[in-house]
């Protein structure tokens, strides 16, 4: 178990997918129990010069039942639900360009310049657990009607 124990500690006892807690004394076994989810991610396999495609595992927690709903496939990280944003962006893949690339990402449309505060923050918030070694702040535009929110590595 102290693997489990090593990534539970890595990632804050937070499900890297739902980003609710995830109690360690649960059962493996139990669906709201710790596993660990091997991450792909071509970024890091580019980094150290591996072909494409040829993707580095990054080990994650997970709740058990979270790990196994998202089977062998990109992992999907949901906005939150009180957030109110129109249009969002998926949060990995832009979340991966920034780290591969720099540059802005352009993540939700917010109806008030406070929704748009509140998704921003979130948003930082969130990435900071996501991907720990990734800095970036985010941009509030005004235009037509809206709210922009973008993201800045």
């Known amino acids: 178990m102290g693997r489990l124990d090593d990534i539970g500690e890595q990632d804050g006892w937070r499900c890297w997918l739902c980003d609710e807690p995830v109690d360690a004394d649960r059962s493996v076994n139990d669906d709201r129990g710790p596993s660990v989810d091997s991450r792909m991610t071509d970024r890091k396999a580019k980094s150290k010069g591996k072909k494409k495609g040829a993707a580095e ?3 994650r927690l997970a709740h058990r039942s979270c790990n196994t709903g998202k089977g062998n496939v990109d992992a999907v990280v949901p906005w939150a639900e009180h957030l109110f944003v129109v249009d969002p962006s998926p949060i ?4 991966e360009r920034l780290a591969n690339k720099g540059g802005r990402e352009v993540m939700a449309r917010c109806p008030t310049r406070s929704d748009a505060q509140e ?7 969130r990435i900071s657990r996501l991907e720990p070694s990734l800095d970036v702040r ?12 973008a993201l800045r590595a």
Do not use: H, K, R, Y
């Not at 998704?119 to 918030?125: G, P, Q, R």
């Not at 985010?138 to 709210?147: A, K, N």
């Open 138 to 149: 985010s941009d509030i535009d005004e235009g037509g009607g809206q709210f922009l929110v």
């Open 119 to 125: 998704a921003a923050d979130w948003l930082i918030d």
């Open 92 to 95: 990995i893949p832009s979340v």
């Open 57 to 59: 595992l990054t080990e």
